[in-house]
């Protein structure tokens, strides 16, 4: 007899019948492994009467569920994985069933000639409440190519791009990959406009090198668009692309910065994104340990 009532404490994955969530799971289960954590597999049903309560499966959701634990399987044999449905309207279904998990994963749409770069509302929604860090892997994702590259972080001088790098340096430092801040303004108008794009990434990685010694670091400062540079540094090999929404909890996509929304829609390997407290909370983290050693 599974254990429902116990919550997620590791990967929690979110299945449903795009091609998108099962290179979802393949990716949550490789990150459990790497991690040494449980993995959660969930799909959301229309609302009922428990709404957010993890039930256990049945029927056609029970197969769905079931064949992502037999690709979570092949992927990572020592994971252990437990399959449940949760009812209520996707988003915040989702959020709660991972309000004490690691790490939120969900498998993204792709742009593919969609003039709308805009995320879906249970992205949006996700990105925005969500207490751990959500992770969009692409329906582009190519699970079996080598797992090698670094981890690409956005910095804009904010407390939670402070908050993203740490969080980027800590999973660099667990998968023994490169870490490669990038600052991006629209363009250089001088030496002065130089100096303040790596001053925003040394104030990011202000003890970065204490904390994770073994990391290597390659600062890039761009000038452009965003969400074009962002996607140019990426494709240079990153494994992962780490981004933080800003400023509030978003709860639509309008809510959320285009450079984010565009860069989910359009990378081709994972994005993952630090909800607002999130972010907060690793920058506070951050600052604490710079402190302990002063």
């Not at 994955?13 to 969530?21: E, L, Q, R």
């Not at 949550?28 to 039930?55: I, K, T, W, Y």
């Amino acid at each position: 007899m599974v254990d429902r009532t116990t919550p997620a404490t590791g990967v929690l994955a979110g299945v449903g019948g795009n091609p998108a969530t099962l290179r979802a799971v393949r990716w949550a289960a490789r990150e459990a492994d790497v991690r040494g954590l449980s993995l959660d597999l969930v799909q959301v049903l229309p609302p009922s009467g428990h709404d957010h309560v993890l039930q256990e499966p049945s029927g056609r959701a029970r197969a769905l569920l079931d064949h992502g634990r037999r690709v979570a399987a092949a992927t990572a044999p020592d994971v252990p994985v437990r399959v449940s449905v949760v009812t209520g309207v996707a988003g915040p279904a989702l959020v709660r069933v991972a309000e004490h998990a690691e790490l939120l994963v969900l498998g993204s749409r792709s742009a593919q000639g969609d003039l709308d770069l805009t995320v879906g509302r249970i992205v949006a929604h996700a990105i925005g409440q969500a207490s751990c860090p959500v992770v969009l892997v692409p329906q582009m994702w190519d699970p079996d190519a080598a797992h090698s590259g670094g981890v690409l972080v956005r910095v804009d001088g904010s407390e939670e791009t402070v908050g993203a790098v740490a969080f980027a340096a800590t999973v660099a430092d667990r998968w023994h990959a490169p870490l490669t801040p990038i600052a991006v303004a629209s363009r250089r108008r001088s030496e002065a406009d130089q100096r303040t794009q790596h001053e925003a990434i040394a104030a990011a990685v202000t003890g970065l090198a204490d904390r994770h010694p073994d990391v290597a670091l390659t600062e890039v400062v761009a000038w452009g668009n965003p969400t074009d540079e962002i996607l140019r540094a990426a494709r240079r090999g990153a494994r992962l692309i780490v981004l933080s929404a800003l400023g509030h909890r978003a709860l639509t996509a309008s809510l959320l910065g285009s450079t984010t929304q565009a860069v989910i829609r359009l990378a081709s390997c994972p994005v993952a994104v630090l909800p607002p407290q999130v972010a907060r909370s690793w920058a506070g983290r951050a600052a604490g340990r710079v402190g302990e050693r002063r």
